[in-house]
């Protein structure tokens, strides 16, 4: 039996899920394993630590960092969309401290989940921010949020630029206020400018790593402060399978943790399918049914 591996790199441990994980032990057992070089906890409720053998493990071990208190992650949580359908499929709802990515061919319904989204996040007391790059419709918005459109309206922030250097100004901008309790980040759609680039072979190249670069950007954002991030993505047609597919390429493809496909459902007006692609504890593959009606999507 050849030698365990030596981790010359440094690892953090992070607790998204802390109720559903015996943390203690699990500390306890890595930090034995003298091949682990620990250097933090990143813990998620900071109160059920304060006096627990995770923290007493990490304070007695030189090589662990304690991780202050402005650095701390936040509990990965839902936020649902109150389309009872998708928030099913996704087990409760959008997923905090990760990049969830929607699809779909035009008029499948993906600004109108961005738009309710974002009016719940601010009936559940957070603000939202949506970065806008196809004009959305005001009347669109009042129509989701109702009677309270304007109270709505107040608490979310919406940026709208117009080509994609103004999109990655908007993209670093965003995380100067990060920290004023927002509660979830919209880009719709994050590959429009980015598609306009996309006949000319070295401007491909350039704006697929300026998209990448965005997105994980945003990433980075989700993680730091709990956010819910949700990027639309546009599609084209596959020629061999005739299918619809995502635009973006690889890497958008993996820094996504969840993605949404929506189609059209012939003959069915304001009916829409939903299929779940990716997501990190979920069954891939599975599908939901849903309707756009006056008032948002159900
Ligand atoms: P695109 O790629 O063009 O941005 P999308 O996927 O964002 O498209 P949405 O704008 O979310 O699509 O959805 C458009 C659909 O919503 C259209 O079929 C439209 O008829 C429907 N829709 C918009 N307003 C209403 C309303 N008040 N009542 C019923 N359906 C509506
Ligand atoms: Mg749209």
Redesign the pocket.
């Known amino acids: 039996m050849g030698k365990p591996p030596v981790w010359k790199s440094s690892l953090i441990i992070l607790f998204n899920s802390i109720f559903e994980y015996d943390y203690t032990q699990c500390v306890s057992g890595l930090i034995t394993n003298k091949y682990l070089h620990i250097v933090g906890i990143l813990y998620a409720v900071p109160d059920l630590i304060t006096n627990s053998l995770a923290k007493r493990c990490i304070l007695e071990t030189p090589l662990c960092r304690y991780i202050p208190e402005h650095e701390v992650y936040t509990i990965n949580t839902q936020l649902p969309s109150g389309c009872e359908p998708i928030d099913k499929m996704l087990g409760g709802g959008f997923e905090s401290g990760v990049i969830t990515q929607i699809f779909?061919e035009?008029?499948?319904?993906?600004?109108?989940i961005c738009l309710q989204l974002a009016v719940q996040c601010v009936r559940n007391g957070k603000k939202a921010v949506l970065i806008d790059t196809?004009a959305i419709s005001p009347e669109?918005f009042r129509?989701i949020a109702g009677e309270d459109a304007k109270e709505i309206a107040q608490n979310i922030i919406i940026y709208e630029p117009h080509d994609f250097e103004e999109q990655y100004a908007a993209v670093h901008e965003v995380e100067k206020i990060c920290s004023e309790n927002i509660g979830l980040i919209i880009v719709d759609?994050a590959t429009s400018f980015y598609r306009f680039g996309l006949d000319d072979d070295e401007t491909s190249i350039r704006n697929r790593r300026e998209l990448a670069n965005q997105i994980g950007y945003l990433h980075a954002l989700a993680r730091k402060y709990g956010l819910v991030v949700v990027i639309?993505n546009?599609v084209y047609s596959d020629v061999n399978s005739g299918s619809h597919l995502p635009i973006g390429g690889t890497s958008l493809e993996h820094i996504s943790k969840t993605i949404i496909q929506?189609e059209r459902m012939e003959s069915r007006a304001?009916k829409r399918r939903a299929k779940l692609w990716k997501h990190r504890s979920r069954p891939e593959g599975e599908i939901c049914e849903f309707t756009?009606?006056?008032e948002g999507i159900r």
Not at 106 to 112: E, F, I, V
């Open positions: 779909g035009a008029g499948s319904g993906k600004t109108n196809e669109r129509q759609s639309t546009q929506l304001g756009i009606t006056g």
